[in-house]
């Protein structure tokens, strides 16, 4: 019995450990990284252009989840940076960290509660309407 509990306790420490993901970033932090101009940092938005031009967050670089496997070329000089990946609500910002992981990408961050929560804290947006 004290084997199969180990082995189960194993097993759920290892699927917590995979299913954990990127490391996410709040988004107070992410404000004041792009407050201090840090240029170890890179904000990808990978929402649709027409949600990006609705609003987006200051600074970020558009390449839609759909398209970052084929595109991940222009991501090559930040390959040393932090890349915050956000986009409405985290489904999409999920795919596309597998996918930059899966690219061999390591400083990955997760903005916390995505677009959303950055909107919904009052924090500056750009719109290019």
């Known amino acids: 019995m004290r084997r199969l509990t180990a082995a189960?306790?194993?097993?759920?420490?290892?699927?917590?450990a995979t299913a954990a993901g990127p490391a996410t970033i709040e988004p107070k932090a992410?404000?004041?990284r792009i407050a201090w101009a840090?240029?170890?940092?890179?904000?990808l938005d990978v929402r649709t252009p027409?949600?990006?031009?609705?609003?987006?967050?200051p600074g970020a670089v558009n390449i839609p989840h759909t398209e970052l496997?084929?595109?991940?070329?222009?991501?090559?000089?930040?390959r040393d940076n932090d890349i915050v990946?956000?986009?409405r609500i985290g489904v999409r910002a999920a795919t596309a960290l597998d996918v930059l992981e899966k690219s061999g990408f390591k400083r990955l961050l997760h903005l916390?509660?995505?677009?959303?929560?950055?909107?919904?804290?009052?924090r500056p947006v750009v719109k290019s309407e």
Request: aromatic content about 10%.
């Open 112 to 122: 916390k509660g995505d677009y959303m929560r950055w909107s919904e804290e009052k």
């Open 69 to 78: 496997a084929a595109r991940i070329a222009e991501l090559e000089g930040a």
């Open 85 to 87: 990946v956000y986009c």
């Open 8 to 16: 189960l306790l194993a097993a759920t420490l290892a699927f917590a």
């Open 50 to 57: 027409e949600e990006f031009s609705a609003g987006h967050v």
């Open 30 to 32: 992410l404000h004041n």
């Open 38 to 43: 840090d240029r170890s940092l890179l904000v």
